[in-house]
């Protein structure tokens, strides 16, 4: 009940807050007088024809900013025209000045257009009036579509060029290396494996003695040099590093007992033999 | 190396004494690394000549196999001058034994490092 009243009490100041025009008019008045026009303007309907100006044609708008409950006029602070080409999205705002009285009067003068008109083209502009007041709420009317010579084009924004989107980034890689034919791979094979016929050739010429090299002071040696070498081959197959520096650093221990006894073992034999 | 020989004829009598003197005066040990020695240089030189004349594609291998030969040549070839009787003079502080012994750590590493380049 509370909320009711307080809502009673306050519809009379929401009422008071709109704002609306009173007598809008559009007055075309030409050089030569042929397209001469003048009409009041419909806050809920645009006028049709659309207004249409010659080059030399001027366009007077008249309006008075009223409060709709009491009638009196308002001077609202804020009171812009807008011109809005809707197929190019170019778009100007022209300030207008309203008196304290709320009367507000704007000439166009084609022969001298001011700066804030858009460039136009043959498609209308779309004229829009936009009143703003922190007493009120604020209003926004359209007025009329307008009719104007095309002007130049609009000229180009220097950044214009920078802001598109770049083509995509094709990245090339050099292709993949290919192995040679097998032919050519199996006769090169031969060849690096030819070395090998010449080594034992040349190793069963020479037959060197190794009367010692199962002897059980040299045996460990060779074995655990050999169990090197496997490890090796077996970090080549599947070992990590890790595991490699590990192992080998278990096996150096053994070896390095190993390789003395069997070094001093055959010093010893080559000191006796002298 | 010793070993080599030349075509030119002029040369031939002079490599021929070379080729007579190192067979007979050479201990067989010395040949036998000087026959290692030999199919090191062999092995280094087709695979260097695949790598140029055909391919490097897996450079990765043709390093590992390139560098082994090379590097076990470096090592066989210090361990045959410093085992050589001949040089025992500048060699006194390093015994055959040592000698060999350093040669076996250094093939270590560089196997070690030739399988890691092999991937």
Redesign the interface.
């Known amino acids: 009940m509370m909320l009711l009243g307080a809502l009673i009490l306050l519809a009379p100041l929401v009422h008071a807050s709109v704002l609306t025009l009173q007598s809008p008019r559009f007055t075309i008045t030409s050089t030569n007088a042929s397209q001469a026009r003048a009409e009041p303007i419909s806050l809920v309907k645009k006028a049709s024809p659309p207004l249409s100006l010659g080059p030399t044609d001027t366009l007077k708008i008249t309006f008075q900013v009223i409060e709709k409950d009491s009638g009196n006029g308002v001077q609202p602070h804020q009171t812009f025209l807008r011109f809005f080409d809707e197929v190019s999205q170019e778009e100007g705002i022209q300030p207008l000045r309203v008196n304290s009285a709320g009367k507000a009067k704007f000439e166009l003068n084609m022969a001298k257009p001011p700066l804030s008109l858009p460039p136009t083209s043959k498609d209308p502009l779309k004229v829009t009036l936009i009143i703003g007041s922190h007493l009120h709420s604020p209003l926004k009317v359209e007025l009329f579509d307008l009719h104007v010579p095309a002007s130049h084009p609009p000229p180009q924004h220097p950044d214009e060029a920078s802001f598109h989107p770049l083509p995509v980034i094709q990245h090339t890689f050099r292709p993949d ?4 034919p097998t032919t ?1 791979s199996a006769a ?1 094979s031969a ?2 494996l ?3 016929v ?2 034992l050739g ?2 069963a010429k ?4 190794v009367p010692r090299l199962f002897s059980p002071s040299i045996v460990p040696f060779v074995a655990t ?1 050999t169990a ?2 496997v490890l ?2 077996w ?2 197959i599947e070992l990590k ?1 890790g595991q ?1 520096l590990l192992y ?1 650093a278990i096996l150096a221990i053994p070896t390095v007992f190993a ?1 003395k006894q069997a ?2 073992s ?2 010893q034999q ?1 000191l006796r033999q002298k | 190396m010793a070993k080599s020989t030349s075509s030119s004829p002029a040369q031939t009598t002079v490599v021929q004494t070379l080729w007579k003197a190192y067979n007979d005066q050479t201990p ?2 010395l ?2 690394v000087d ?2 020695l ?3 240089m ?2 280094g030189v ?2 260097f000549a ?1 790598c140029v004349l ?2 490097n ?1 897996p450079f990765n291998a043709f390093l590992a ?1 390139f560098s082994s030969t090379v590097g076990q040549f470096v090592l066989t070839a210090s361990l045959r001058s410093q085992v050589n009787p001949e040089n025992k003079d500048e060699f006194k502080e390093v ?4 000698a ?2 350093d040669y ?1 750590l250094g093939s ?1 590493v560089l ?2 490092f030739v ?2 380049f ?2």
């Open positions: 290396q290919k192995l040679p050519i090169f060849l690096v030819a070395p090998w010449v080594l040349l190793w020479i037959s060197p003695r040099l090197f070498e090796l081959f970090y080549w590093l490699v080998g390789g070094l001093v055959i010093g080559r | 067989d040990r040949k036998f026959a290692f030999f199919f090191l062999l092995s087709v695979q695949y055909v391919t594609f196999g015994s055959p034994e040592r060999f012994a076996v270590i196997h070690f399988f890691n092999l991937g």
